[in-house]
């Protein structure tokens, strides 16, 4: 995993532009301790209002054919424009997760799949995300290539292209998810596997 670089407001470099000012009166936060926290936090040192940076979830399927392979989009946007991951977004305010995970994959696929066991949950520290990744029984729809995929097509266990997935978190859930499907297949060690840089 690459290192992960805090700027001044004890968040993420990219994300220290968008947390600069108090959402309740608009002054500058500061970042710093506070009374009665156990870390340092940003806060507004007009109205104390702290304000609290955690990461989103992310919630994503695996979408599983009746030939027992993974349906895989390749992505027609960055990051990751070009290379294969499973489908999945953010999870909205007002949806449960299993919502997410069934909007998302119709959305990204056109398929329609019902969510099962939970493959894992991955922490990405770089982006401030959790994914969590479904595996998910196609239960309708064709698949189709959509806003935010340039293909979709199915993989065998065995037939992961694992040099081309877009990201380490879809990596550890496509190894996580063959090894319980096919323990007889060989696993990458995922520290080997080349990516774009952040992804
Ligand atoms: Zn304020």
Redesign the pocket.
């Known amino acids: 995993m690459s290192e992960v670089r805090f700027g001044p407001g004890g968040v993420p470099d990219w994300l220290e532009p968008m947390v600069r000012f ?1 959402s ?4 500058q936060l500061a970042f710093g301790p506070i009374a009665g926290e156990e870390r340092d936090r940003l806060a ?1 040192p ?4 702290v304000f609290y940076v955690n990461p989103r979830l992310v919630v994503t399927t695996l979408p599983i054919t009746d030939q027992g392979q993974v349906m895989l989009i390749r992505r027609g946007i960055d990051p990751g424009r070009g290379l294969w991951a499973q489908p999945g977004g953010f999870l909205e305010i007002d949806e449960t997760v299993r919502d997410a995970a069934i909007r998302e994959t119709q959305e990204e696929t056109g398929l329609r799949v019902e969510p099962g066991a939970i493959v894992g949950l991955y922490s990405r520290v770089q982006a401030a995300v959790v994914i969590v990744a479904f595996e998910a029984r196609i239960v309708g729809g064709t698949p189709e290539v959509t806003r935010e995929s340039l293909e979709t097509r199915p993989f065998a266990p065995d037939a992961i292209p694992w040099p081309e997935i877009a990201f380490e978190t879809s990596v550890r859930a496509l190894r996580d998810w063959v090894a319980r499907v096919r323990p007889d297949v060989p696993l990458p060690d995922p520290s080997t596997i080349r990516r774009p840089s952040g992804a």
């Open positions: 108090c309740r009166c608009g002054g507004c007009s109205c104390g209002f």
